[in-house]
């Protein structure tokens, strides 16, 4: 095999610390809050995930690239990553029916990518002093430059992202004569969620993020969808006041992810930036309804308080996570509206909690039957 030079890249962090590596062939600079995730496989799907939006992703698998990229793989319309930090890249792929390396893939859209990163000690490093904004660079800037491109970064706190990766116009999705109607508000939807929905007998009309009530209800669902998205949640005012008004016609609703947390916030709970958030797809999950476990897929900087949670007579904690005890699900008690601050859809990683959507059906099902 031809050695290749690398060029020298940059990771620099916001409170001043450097870390070096190679470029993987791709020149420039970008910028966003560095993340980890420590799932091992399913990275095509990591970066199409909108919820990633704004972020530069952090791998803790050693090789990435190695199994080249597929068109069924993708969670959107292309990468929403902001930019890859990793330890191996590889520009070659063994799978017989991909579609393609992965550098080709981030070469189309000239995604920046930093290599032979000491990345255990990365994410020691994030673990210990928590999420911040970084600087990844491949083109030779100095340090200078990159601390003045750095301090012009705003803050992931109270950073609204959603509207920057939901639809512009509304979608549909499915069999048009499936005998459940669901009006889903993208704030940055995965695709998997989509087919979850259809799979189900369901035909989806994906709205704007800031669609009101009257233009879900132009569709007459059944039942309506909150979907996952990027940024903090509390910026988003009115999409907050829709939730209250989805939440009032009485009509079953789903939250997942950044859906779930505007559900809270629609009950008076407020949400939190958390140190370092949860991304993966082997986060343990108590189900305190059934009393059974569940390994999921998670992907969040954010989480509801949990003391308000318990202490809002309307509402009950129906999952927490099993590292930190943290809200991982909620539901109203008089109503047919729930949430999770995971994945459910799990594409890839475990499907231990794909019941959330049949339960999500069942209740449209008891109100058609009613």
């Known amino acids: 095999m031809k050695y290749t030079s690398k060029d020298k890249a940059i990771v620099l962090l916001s409170d001043g610390t450097i870390f070096h590596g190679k470029s993987v062939g791709i020149k420039g600079t970008t910028t966003g809050e560095i993340c980890f995730n420590t799932g091992v496989t399913g990275y095509q799907e990591i970066f ?7 972020q ?67 994410v020691s490093y994030i673990r210990d002093n928590g999420a911040m904004n970084a600087v990844i660079s491949t083109d030779g800037k100095s340090i200078d430059e990159l601390k003045e491109i750095l301090a012009a970064v705003p803050d992931m706190n109270g950073l609204e992202l959603a509207s920057a990766v939901s639809t512009k116009e509304p979608y549909f999705y499915g069999n048009e004569n499936a005998t459940y109607k669901v009006a889903a508000l993208d704030f940055g939807i995965k695709t998997n969620i989509l087919r979850c929905l259809a799979a189900r007998d369901c035909y989806v009309k994906v709205y704007p993020y800031n669609a009101t009530l009257e233009d879900l209800n132009n569709f007459n669902p059944d039942g309506y969808f909150l979907s996952n998205g990027p940024g903090d949640p509390q910026p988003l005012t009115q999409v907050i006041e829709t939730a209250k008004d989805i939440i009032a016609t009485d009509k079953p609703v789903f939250g997942i992810c950044l859906g779930h947390q505007i559900i809270a916030l ?23 309804v059934s009393g059974k476990g569940e390994i999921t897929s998670q992907n969040h900087g954010f989480a509801v308080v949990r003391e308000e949670v318990e202490q809002n007579d309307n509402l009950e904690i129906t999952h927490y996570h099993l590292n930190d005890n943290t809200v991982a699900g909620i539901r109203l008690k008089d109503k047919q509206v729930f949430s999770v601050q995971y994945h459910p859809e799990s594409s890839p990683g475990p499907n231990d909690s794909k019941y959330l959507f049949d339960e999500f059906v069942t209740y449209m099902k008891e109100q058609k039957e009613a």
Do not use: W
């Open 48 to 54: 199409t995930d909108p919820s990633y939006y704004g």
């Open 266 to 288: 629609s009950q008076g709970v407020n949400t939190y930036k958390m140190f370092n958030g949860h991304r993966g797809i082997n986060h343990p999950i108590m189900n305190s």
């Open 56 to 122: 530069i992703m952090l791998s803790t698998v050693a090789h990435i690239g190695n199994y080249g990229v597929h068109n069924d793989e993708v969670d959107s319309d292309g990468i929403k990553i902001a930019g890859l930090v990793c330890k191996n890249f590889s520009k070659d792929f063994s799978r017989p029916d991909a579609d393609g390396s992965l550098y080709d893939y981030f070469e189309k859209k000239n995604l920046v990518a930093v290599s032979d990163v000491d990345t255990r000690a990365l």
